[in-house]
């Protein structure tokens, strides 16, 4: 019998459990894809066509909401107490035996080290149970790969990954094979999103009160005025396509405290102009991620590293859920003759499904697949692909102006 690895008895698995199904059809390969690098607990069942044949996913955004931000420790916890049931619920959908899996499949960089280290020990616990292989995953490879699942992608495309973890753009050139072109020198969009929504004491307003930071902008956006605050926008006169956030969120804070005092409120209370400081950070942050986006392409299209016939920018990460950020960058695609591709709002934030798919992926190309009975160790900071930003900034492309103001 097999208890749960981590965290007491919550189910068991039978080592060589049997099941009708070995006397029926031959199924296609399958992989359990198991995610923890951050504060979700997620875990899916995939077969080598993309089906989801079951999933399941434990969200502690309540729990980090509560406590104003993850605490490393705490998500750790709350990993370990989940891990078990969210697999066994992945698998009871999928009607699938840990013994019909072909692999199993996790993430174990970049991310918390505490996160990965629960969701690695589980997986390593697991594949030597039942005897599998393992196949480790870089977390944004995971995140660039996910549309393929959907669409009919060729390589080589243009990502745009933005998260609250991480904003960057690369080509995906094959499944491991990724250039970097730009990244985050500070802080991702996502986490300067939430930290402005925090400075806004937007858990106080009463249609915010459940919504992560971001969510909770863009929702008071769309009755805000973008132009009542002027934010500058970052990095205007460096021509790469680095980012940069943490500027723009002083410069936020900076105009709240100012309001604040304005209109002698305290601590906790909320501004009369809140939805429009909201409107005007999502612009501001929207058109920085447009135009290094915007130069990307250029640069791309210089050298020639994406294809004459419908060239692709996909868009992956919890931001990307931003419906105007979308449309910002829609403006771009279009104005640069790029196909513009997203995966839906519950695949942009991290889930068990992307590191499956990964998984199948790698499978089908026989990549990166280790014996059940190797050592793995996870590693919170990993770099994507091999980093050609030094290039692209002594190219120096200045992006032509784009009208990028659209309708909240």
Known sequence: MFPCV???PVRCWMKHSTSIRAFTAVRPRLVLGIETSCDETGAAVLDETGIILGESLHSQKQTHLDTGGIIPPVAQRLHRENICRVVQE???????EPNELTAVATTVKPGLSLSLGIGLDFSLKFVRLHEKPFIPIHHMEAHALTVRMLHPVDFPFLVLLVSGGHTLLALAKGI?????????LDTAAGDALDK?????????????????GGQAIELLAKEGNQLAFHFK????????????????????????????????????????????????????VASHIAKRTHRAILFCKSKGLLPQHNPTLVVSGGVASN????????????????????????????????????????????????????????????????DITSEVKDAAIKVPPLKLRINS
């Open 6 to 8: 981590l965290n007491g």
């Open 90 to 96: 992945a698998l009871d959908r999928s009607g699938i």
């Open 176 to 184: 491991d094979e990724f250039l970097l072109l730009g990244q985050t």
């Open 196 to 212: 402005i929504a925090r400075s806004l004491s937007l858990r106080n307003h009463p249609e915010c009160s459940t919504l992560s």
């Open 233 to 284: 926008t970052p990095m205007g006169q460096m021509y790469d396509c680095n980012f940069s956030f943490a500027g723009l969120r002083n410069q936020v804070t900076m105009a709240i405290k100012k309001k604040e005092r304005e209109e002698g409120l305290e601590t906790g209370q909320l501004l009369s102009c809140v939805k429009d400081i909201a409107a005007a950070s999502q612009y501001t």
């Open 323 to 386: 419906e105007y950020i979308r449309q910002t960058l829609k403006i771009v695609t279009d104005a640069t003759g790029l196909h513009l591709l997203c995966p839906p709002p519950k695949l942009c934030t991290d889930n068990g499904v992307m590191i499956a798919w990964n998984g199948i992926e790698r499978l089908k190309q026989g990549k990166g697949i280790m014996s059940h009975t190797e050592e793995v160790k996870y590693e919170p900071k990993a770099p994507l692909g091999l």
